[in-house]
């Protein structure tokens, strides 16, 4: 039995990591909300990643962008989500397309948001990210790693 479910196993490990490969290499979408009382908040998701917010009252919603086109990445649709409760399911409430450096659109939603996409940033590598790849040659790791074999 255990010898049947290994392939499975391994096809689900390796579809997880590719997931998050390509996640890890999505541009930043940088999506300014307006509430419905007037706040506004910074939010920033990969692209086709989810960004949530909560409303003073306890609601969870979620701005998920989907870029449309490709770099500049100028055309972004954001679809607006309830979070699930103990009482019902996450919920699509809508969709709005939108422009980068465009302005602000309200949803036509209830409770309605205007949102915009002031930015959309390049993907950053593991190796920019990492505050120990500074100063290391590209290869540094790879050839400590050979070393030891």
């Keep these: 039995m255990a010898r049947k479910s290994l392939p499975v196993t391994l ?3 390796l579809l997880i990591g590719a997931i998050a490969a390509a996640q890890a290499h999505a541009p ?8 419905p009382d007037g706040r506004t908040q910074e939010l920033t998701a990969t692209e086709s990643g989810l960004a949530t917010l909560t ?3 306890g ?3 979620g701005f998920r962008p989907t870029i449309q086109d490709s770099s500049p990445w100028n055309r972004i649709v954001v ?3 309830k979070s699930a409760t103990t009482s019902s399911p996450t919920t699509v409430l ?11 659109m309200e949803s036509k939603t209830n409770p309605p948001f205007k ?3 002031p930015k959309v940033s390049a993907p950053t590598s593991q190796t920019e990210s990492s505050p120990n790849a500074i100063g290391r ?13």
């Design 94 to 104: 809508g969709e709005i397309e939108l422009r980068r450096g465009g302005p602000a």
């Design 55 to 57: 409303l003073k009252d």
């Design 137 to 149: 040659p590209g290869g540094a790791l790879a050839n400590a790693t050979e070393s030891y074999r």
């Design 59 to 61: 609601t969870e919603y």
């Design 115 to 117: 949102v915009s996409v």
């Design 11 to 13: 096809v689900a490990v």
């Design 79 to 81: 679809t607006v989500f």
């Design 28 to 35: 930043v979408v940088t999506m300014s909300v307006t509430l």
